[in-house]
């Protein structure tokens, strides 16, 4: 952490000594509640509706989607402040005046007021995306197929692996595939067989559920 450039959401108070100059107190520290939203926003932490009636808080990360409670993002946020060094820089609100506080004023800042910070209300009104998620979605002649490391493009002219950022659109993460994609090698059944099925279910042989065989039957139907 401490090699990281770290974006302060937080400052400290000033006082005005007695020869009227001003410095930093270093007993309390204030948050940028503008500049904590945004930093929450650049995290990933979305919402969305999912109906005229219905809020969904998602995280995302490189287009994929994870449903999450606001539980889930005060946690991580404590966790965040517990991994920052034990004396972290504190700056004045201008920025002009800089000091050293311990983590810790931060970490009780951010649990004494869990109700403020963590607000539904004021989450909605700064965490909306700012461009609307649009789902990824095969098409009469392709089909994708996720996986942790990247996807999978399939038409009848080949397969093709592609990193996440080349997806047009984004996804639930209960559509990848929890394992890293490689490229199958050797051959004991028909090498487009033998792919069709470790991309379907991990195995060079065998469909196992019903969701692997309709994956496997997808693949095999596009290529013809």
Same mark, same amino acid.
């Given at each position: ?6 974006? /302060? ?8 000594? *007695? ?14 509640? %503008? ?10 932490? /979305?919402?969305?509706? !999912?109906?005229?009636?219905?809020? @969904? ?10 449903? %999450?409670?606001? $539980? ?5 946020? &404590? #966790?965040?402040?517990?991994?920052? =060094?034990?004396? &972290? ?8 005046? #800089?000091?050293? %506080? $311990?983590?810790? +004023?931060?970490?009780?800042? %951010?649990?004494?007021?869990? $109700? ?5 209300? /004021? ?6 995306? /700012? ?5 990824? =979605? ?6 994708? !197929? ?18 996440? =950022?080349? @997806? ?18 050797? *051959? ?9 099925? +470790? ?26």
């Amino acid at each position: 952490m401490a090699d990281k450039i770290i974006k /302060r959401w937080w400052y400290c108070k000033t006082k005005t000594d *007695t020869d009227g100059s001003q410095t930093l107190r270093t007993d309390g520290i204030l948050i940028d509640l %503008i500049e904590y939203l945004q930093w929450l926003y650049d995290q990933g932490f /979305r919402y969305t509706k !999912i109906n005229e009636n219905g809020i @969904l808080f998602v995280i995302e990360k490189n287009k994929i989607l994870r449903e %999450i409670k606001v $539980s889930e993002m005060a946690q991580y946020v &404590i #966790k965040w402040v517990q991994n920052l =060094k034990p004396e &972290i820089e504190c700056h004045s609100r201008n920025g002009e005046l #800089k000091a050293t %506080i $311990s983590q810790k +004023l931060l970490l009780e800042k %951010i649990v004494g007021g869990i $109700s403020f910070y963590f607000d539904t209300r /004021r989450l909605e009104s700064f965490l909306g995306p /700012r461009d609307k998620f649009v789902m990824a =979605k095969d098409g009469p002649s392709y089909k994708y !197929i996720y996986f942790l490391n990247g996807y999978l493009h399939v038409n009848a002219q080949g397969v093709e692996f592609m990193a996440y =950022k080349e @997806l047009d659109g984004y996804l639930w993460e209960s559509e990848v595939i929890q394992r890293n994609y490689t490229m199958p090698t050797g *051959t004991n059944i028909g090498m487009v067989e033998k792919f069709f099925s +470790l991309v379907a279910n991990g195995k060079s042989t065998g469909i196992e559920t019903e969701a692997t065989a309709t994956r496997f039957s997808d693949l095999c139907n596009i290529a013809g």
